[in-house]
């Protein structure tokens, strides 16, 4: 399977995490955003460099919470009064609604992926969303159309699971969890279906999702997704990283970062993975 590992760019101390663990061979693919406020940003994309032939190295299209690269109207939908984009809800919202501008989307993508490109030096091997919003009806058209102008562009990610794994779930972890996975993989097949009709390669099956409280330790729901027998074309998706002040800013997501990090870097991680005969490999 391709293993993952999402919000590089996101702060010095996230993307520090991450490079330890492509250093190490741990890690198979890593998602990267080129919004925001890091100041180490292009350091350490320069530094992820090094590791081109090894990894995925791809985009991690935002379009929520932050700023955008472009100056859009409020009247896009794309933003509110403030100039950030708007929250998930919202967004989703505006997009099923048709309240979202296909031609500020395809600006935004676009300079988004340029962006990626002036710093890497080339352009993304694939692109996903943060949240999730590349599965969203006129947001996945625009995708579409990336993926015909940036040749670089090889696959998207979507979101799907197995019924009876979804529902089993239910039992075994929670009904929420169970939800809260159906809520992902329906919009994820809806996609996949437009995807394919464009002969757009994505993966099958998209495993990594948990609600990022306290209680829940990552190993457990790595093991619980292994479950599923992964292949090599399904990825699993996590976000590790060290934490710093920057990310306490900008992020929600903080404590389970670490947690997600040092399960990685465990014997446990080796061991599961040896005993579930997983191995991890590129997608392309």
């Known amino acids: 399977m391709i293993l993952s590992a999402d919000d590089f760019g996101i702060s010095p101390a996230v993307d520090e ?10 890690i198979s693919s890593v998602s990267c955003m080129v919004t925001g406020t ?14 081109d032939k090894k990894i995925d190295v791809g ?4 379009l929520t919470d932050h700023e955008p690269l472009v100056a859009h109207s409020v009247s896009s939908g794309l933003i509110g ?9 919202s967004l989703g919202l505006r997009a099923y609604s048709g309240q979202v501008s296909p031609d500020s989307l395809d600006l935004e993508i676009k300079n988004q992926v340029e962006s990626f490109t002036s710093i890497f ?27 015909k102008s940036f040749p670089s562009l090889k696959y998207i990610r979507i979101a799907n699971l197995p019924n009876h794994w979804i529902w089993s779930s239910a039992k075994s972890v929670s009904p929420r969890f169970a939800i809260e996975n159906l809520a992902l993989a329906i919009p994820g097949r809806q996609a996949a279906a437009v995807f394919a009709k464009e002969n757009i390669p994505h993966n099958r099956y998209l495993l990594g999702y948990y609600r990022h409280t306290p209680d829940v330790q990552f190993k457990t729901i790595f093991s619980k997704y292994l479950s599923i027998k992964p292949q090599s074309k399904d990825i699993f998706f996590c976000h590790p990283g060290f ?7 900008v992020d ?8 997600n990090l040092k399960f990685l870097l465990s014997a446990e991680f080796e ?13 392309i």
């Not at 934490?243 to 800013?249: A, G, P, R, S």
């Open 81 to 89: 009064k403030s100039g950030h984009f708007h929250s998930l809800k």
């Open 252 to 259: 929600s997501l903080v404590s389970s970062r670490l947690d």
């Open 243 to 249: 934490i710093d002040e920057h990310l306490k800013k």
């Open 271 to 283: 061991d599961l993975c040896f005993i579930n005969k997983i191995s991890i490999n590129k997608f």
């Open 38 to 51: 890091n100041p180490s940003l292009t350091k350490n994309l320069d530094q992820l460099k090094r590791y």
């Open 59 to 62: 985009l991690h299209l935002v």
């Open 121 to 147: 030096g080339r352009g993304p091997d694939f692109i996903d969303g943060h949240q999730h919003i590349q599965q969203y009806p006129v947001i996945r058209n625009s995708i579409m159309i990336a993926m």
């Open 17 to 26: 995490g991450i490079l330890m663990l492509i250093e190490k061979n741990i």
